[in-house]
């Protein structure tokens, strides 16, 4: 089964916002067995809308459009997926009912021509009904494509998505899966890991699809296999990864897609530990990661950001002298910034970084690119010196990948 997904805005294609529709729509296809071969973004224009509608035709099985469907002279995917069919605009009496219940229970008003607009439709549509909001969607079939159409608004487009749009899907496609399998290695480019898999890669089966997704200092390698049995795929699958290299083993973190925080997270979670951060350079990103998860308080206990030379001294209590002697960004005070956190939070491990980021020098002479990232365990503490380049942004990324893989293992040492 083939999908295409069509996203309808002006506003996206000069990045006032960002398009999350067309991520979640192809995850959710995905899941119900379909191959998206295609997203697409068009101008609000009428001749666009239309020539992107007419290319999907007896192409693929089901098109799903966002965007577009309000009540101003800009919405105009209605008007011309109403054309498209040959059909004529009516008045559908529950969308028309449901439009004004809302807006005299939210907003204390009478119903008003621009309004009463929403609840039109195409005469010969399946209407998509929206209770979160005033705009419904529609599903019209033409030819050998099925045409769905959303509204923008993102928990809309997901709620009629989840009510309306799969039980269409499961009753009317047949059933099919996509299995995705993920490795996530750390430390190992994606050119050397290529070499090493590259005999392995060469024997997969056919059917089955390798990616390379690199990122700072990992790279994510996903099998993916289509079918009619889950519990079929799942064993040819998992026939391959017991062929791994042995030199790739040790470089792998996961079978599963998770980040290297939420791997973890979980080791930390296994064994009852808790960790906590004194972040410099990477600016809390490590504490907001480890926040991020509803139950954080069993394994995180606190994250400090000590950003500038005199806060590394006045809130975590590193030594002025280590800071003379050393600079701030050093080994040294990579080590006391560790310990000052372990002890401050009381946690079982602290990872504390320093370092300069760039684009320009701070208080210290080190390189721009420079950072060190100091560990403390409960048997001891140490700090490790990287060059990590530019731009800023990688600096930082990667200090914060290359940290917790170094927790990471002191972890598994346990």
Known sequence: MKASIVTIGDEILIGQIVDTNSAYLAKELDKLGFDVIEIITVSDKRETIEAVLQKQLSIVDLVIITGGLGPTKDDVTKNVFC?????????????LNHV???????????????????????????????????????????????????????????TIFKDEVVPFIEKTFQKSFNLHKTIITYGLGESLLAELLEEWEDNLPQNIKLAYLPSAGSVRLRLSIQGDSKE???????????????????????????????????????REKTISFAESC????????????????????????????????????????????????????????????????????????TGNAGPTKGDSPAEIGTVYIGIATPEKVFAKKYQFGQPREKVINSAVSKGLDLIYNEILEK
Do not use: H, W
């Open 282 to 353: 990477t600016g809390g990103k490590l504490s907001t990661m480890f926040n991020e998860k509803p139950g954080s308080s069993s394994y995180f206990k606190g994250g400090i950001v000590t950003y500038s030379t005199q806060s590394k001294i006045d809130l975590l209590g590193v030594n002025q002298a280590t800071i003379d002697k050393y600079s701030v960004v050093s080994e040294k005070v990579a080590i006391e910034m560790a310990m000052k956190a372990k002890e401050r939070f009381k946690s079982d491990y602290a990872i504390a970084t």
């Open 232 to 270: 079929f795929l799942e064993q040819v699958v998992d026939n391959q990864l017991k062929m791994l290299p042995q030199t790739v083993i040790p470089y792998v973190r996961a079978y599963e897609d998770l980040s290297l925080g939420e791997i973890v997270i979980r080791e930390l979670e296994n």
């Open 100 to 158: 004004s219940e809302m807006l005299e229970r939210l907003f204390k008003r009478p119903l008003s021509p621009i309004n009463r607009q929403q609840a039109l439709v195409p005469s010969k549509a399946n209407v998509l009904f929206n209770k979160v909001g005033t705009a419904p969607g529609m599903l019209m079939c033409k030819e050998n494509t099925a045409f769905i159409s959303l509204p923008g608004v993102p928990f809309e487009m997901k």
């Open 83 to 95: 054309d498209f069919f040959g059909d004529t605009l009516v008045e559908d009496e529950r969308v």
